[in-house]
């Protein structure tokens, strides 16, 4: 849940808003064929492209059941196929941090299976 704070003038008044936006963080534990498992960072724009779902509808699927249950939605994701394009950080490299913020996904099966076909070293670049 993210909370902002914004202010509203009313002739000399000024009031303080409080909004609180269901927002993603979500932190999905990957693993390839070579069988290394690391986790990937999905924050809000990014997680809902993925899963197709608001966070707030996401959020409501869950208060309605036990919140211990992995949603459908999330559940579907099990065994896919995705790419990902990761920002690796100076944390990452200075502290040997295993976490990855994810900047794009894609679960396009021409577009997954043309970098599965690619050595990985040629697809490796800094932005």
């Known amino acids: 849940m993210?909370?902002?704070?914004?202010?509203?003038?009313?002739?000399?008044?000024v009031?303080?808003?409080?909004?609180?936006?269901?927002?993603?963080?979500l932190v999905l534990h990957v693993s390839d064929y070579t069988?290394?498992?690391?986790?990937?960072l999905l924050f809000d724009s990014v997680a809902q492209g993925l899963i197709g779902r608001s966070a707030s509808d996401l959020a409501e699927e869950v208060a309605d059941?036990?919140?211990?249950?992995?949603?459908?939605?999330?559940k579907a994701l099990v065994g896919v196929n995705i790419l990902f394009k990761i920002r690796i950080s100076d944390?990452?490299?200075?502290?040997?941090?295993?976490?990855?913020?994810?900047d794009l996904v894609s679960?396009?099966?021409h577009i997954v299976q043309h970098?599965?076909?690619?050595?990985i070293?040629?697809?490796c670049y800094y932005v």
């Not at 970098?115 to 050595?119: H, L, M, P």
């Open 65 to 74: 059941v036990d919140a211990m249950v992995l949603p459908d939605a999330l």
């Open 107 to 109: 679960v396009d099966a």
């Open 115 to 119: 970098y599965e076909a690619t050595d």
């Open 35 to 40: 069988g290394y498992a690391t986790r990937f």
């Open 2 to 13: 993210t909370v902002s704070v914004a202010m509203i003038v009313h002739g000399s008044t």
């Open 121 to 123: 070293a040629e697809v």
């Open 15 to 25: 009031l303080p808003v409080i909004l609180m936006l269901p927002m993603y963080l």
């Open 91 to 102: 944390l990452n490299l200075r502290n040997n941090s295993v976490a990855y913020r994810v």
